[in-house]
């Protein structure tokens, strides 16, 4: 199997010519199908795509790591180049009204920006599902990531809903990742890993019921961790043998550093222009 993994918007970027914008946007191309996970906070996707010589037309699914603005709000600018019907896969809590801030009367709305009516107008076929969906042979989305280690959690007085009934702290339940299913394990790809980057990892080896994890890529939301669980989390993933981790985006640049100095050679940054080839055989980073 051979995959060919693009990341077309990050917060930084490796290339002249390209913007860098707070989000996040992966293309993952396939024999069978190409996927795009996430689509950037507004004009990024676009304008890199043509820059990189990207064609959006070949996008078959898009897949919402979750709601967050910074991962949807190039949406509608996708869909009008992708110009044709394409499922967009995600978890029902997708469309919540989702805030950021502690003090409610400075909070944010960082919800999805578009009416789905214009999304759908667009051509979106919206698939909501708490489970994971299987997008080919090999490509899964892991569904709601269950959060059973101690030391992961969301991050604490920043998330919230707006409901009728008032505030409630969002346990971002949409939160979910990719998982390239290949010969010699898994290929995790996240959005913000807002759930916990360990938490996913261990729900991708139970959905698979495969133990080696290859690769690891995308936002591990460790920018407002505590050293300890930064730690932790490297600690977790040298236990759990992950051959090479690309960070991203929420990762934040304090804990990418540890994890650069932690992880040596296993380590990469993974932002804008950054071009992934994967074989059964080796993982080629660009
Ligand atoms: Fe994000
Ligand atoms: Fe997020």
């Known amino acids: 199997m051979t995959l060919k993994i693009t990341t077309l918007s990050e917060n930084t970027v490796d290339a002249l010519g390209l913007l860098a ?3 996040l946007s992966i293309l993952i191309e396939t024999e069978t199908a190409n996927v795009l996970l996430d689509a950037g906070q507004s004009i990024s996707v676009v304008h890199n795509a043509d820059v990189m010589g990207v064609d959006l037309r070949k996008v078959d699914k898009v897949v919402l790591s979750h709601g967050h603005l910074d ?13 044709k019907k394409v499922e967009v896969i995600s978890h029902p809590d997708v469309w919540d009204a989702k805030y950021a801030g502690q003090r409610e009367d400075k ?9 789905l009516q214009d999304l759908e107008s667009l051509g979106a076929v919206f698939k909501l599902s708490k489970e994971s969906v299987k997008i080919t042979e090999s490509i899964i989305t892991t569904g709601e990531v269950p959060m059973v280690t101690d030391f992961e959690q969301i991050t604490p007085n920043r998330f919230y809903v707006k409901e009728d009934s008032g505030w409630h702290s969002d ?4 939160d979910l990742a990719l998982i390239v299913n290949t010969k010699p394990g898994l290929i995790v790809i996240l959005g913000c890993g807002h ?10 080896q139970k959905l698979t019921g ?3 994890i290859r690769m690891v890529i995308g936002g591990c939301h460790l920018i407002d961790a505590s050293t300890e669980r930064v730690y932790k989390t490297i600690e977790a993933m040298k236990e759990l043998d992950v051959q090479k981790v690309g960070v991203s985006h929420c990762t934040g640049l304090e804990a990418s550093g540890i994890m650069a100095q932690e992880l040596g050679e ?8 950054t071009q992934i080839d994967v074989t059964d055989t080796e993982i080629k980073v660009d």
């Open 210 to 212: 495969r133990k080696e």
């Open 71 to 83: 991962h949807t709000g190039g949406l509608q600018d996708v869909l009008k180049h992708i110009g």
């Open 266 to 273: 296993r380590f990469f940054y993974n932002n804008a222009c």
């Open 171 to 174: 346990e971002i339940k949409d």
């Open 195 to 204: 759930r916990g980057v360990i938490n996913t990892l261990y729900h991708a």
């Open 21 to 23: 914008e707070w989000g």
């Open 107 to 115: 909070r944010k709305n960082i919800s999805i920006p578009f009416h």
